[in-house]
């Protein structure tokens, strides 16, 4: 049951790359974005919130038709990044990366945002009468006070990512060695022949790597909190 053979171990190393460079790339982007809703009032913010949080409402096939058709090797946009800079993201892992990193994005940025809105803003404020200039601000005072969003965002985000099968599997397809992560390995696994057991293993793999994500987002949260109470 639990021999996992070459290619169960090739797909499960390729979701974790996958999961920790999308996670990696979307976090900055992702504070970024949580800290512009939670502290400014602006013509759009709704419009924008709403754009962040569409992929957990679309379908994830449609999710990942749009990148298709925005990325993809003739896409309006890849087909500019391909011809020019060489870069193609459809039916590459690397493909498979945005589109994890877009499907977790608003898991995201969600605790983040409420991590910052949480926060005094009287603290901010004396750090700014004091002399620190705006980024001086953000990064010593905000940034620190919402470590544990942050921590809990990222490792949501990196739960998601692990877990993300239909924007991925539309975007970048079912290639092994190259695009075939836990979830797609899985679907093409319960539809050949003696192919449970297999699949069976890669759902108990899936699962750990879940829990002990979410439980290390607990810790490190916990830790944090300690951390900025003195304790």
Known sequence: MFDISPAEWTAILLSLRVAVVATLVATPFGIALAWLLARYEFWGKSV??????LPLVLPPVVTGYLLLLALGRRGLIGAWLADNLGIVF?????????????????????????????????L???????????????????LPLALPGVLAGMVLGFAKAIGEFGATITFVS???????????????????????????RLVVVST?????????SEWFARRATKRLHGN
């Open 90 to 122: 459809a039916f590459r892992w690397t493909g498979a990366a945005l589109a994890c990193g877009v499907m977790s994005f608003p898991l995201l940025v969600r605790p983040i945002r409420l991590s910052i809105e949480a926060i005094d803003r009287r």
């Open 124 to 142: 901010e404020q004396a750090a700014s009468t004091l002399g620190a200039p705006p980024w001086k601000v953000f990064a010593g005072v905000t």
């Open 48 to 53: 924008i919130d709403a754009v962040v949080h």
């Open 174 to 200: 079912n290639i092994p060695g190259e695009t075939q992560t836990i979830s797609s390995a899985i679907y093409s696994l319960i539809q050949t022949p003696d192919g449970d057991a297999a699949a069976g």
């Open 208 to 216: 750990v790597i879940a829990m002990g994500a979410l439980i290390a």
